[in-house]
């Protein structure tokens, strides 16, 4: 059986990424957690959020490898450390 997931190399399914793009366009808030931020197409939708208006945050363990206008915040941390504060949660 193969998992519902994307793996790294394989496209996105079209219908998929369609739908994400149609999502950004009411976002308000964009959250990018655990992710390298540079393989692409998932790498662009931060743009569409912030083109949307919406704050924009990086989350992850290890820095963004380029700069990145379109990240409004940069935290690194754990997910599970950072998330509950963040949220309010």
């Not at 399914?13 to 998932?42: E, N, Y």
């Not at 380029?66 to 940069?74: K, L, Q, V």
Request: with cysteine.
């Amino acid at each position: 059986m193969r998992p519902d997931v994307t793996f790294f190399g394989e496209n996105l399914p079209w219908q998929a990424a369609r739908r994400a793009k149609v999502a950004l366009r009411d976002c308000d808030l964009f959250l990018a957690i655990g992710t390298s931020g540079t393989v692409s197409p998932a790498s662009e939708f931060v743009r569409g959020a912030d083109y949307a208006g919406a704050q924009t945050y990086f989350i992850n363990l290890e820095p963004l490898e380029a700069p990145n206008r379109y990240f409004h915040h940069a935290i690194l941390g754990r997910a599970e450390d950072v998330l509950p504060s963040l949220l309010g949660g």
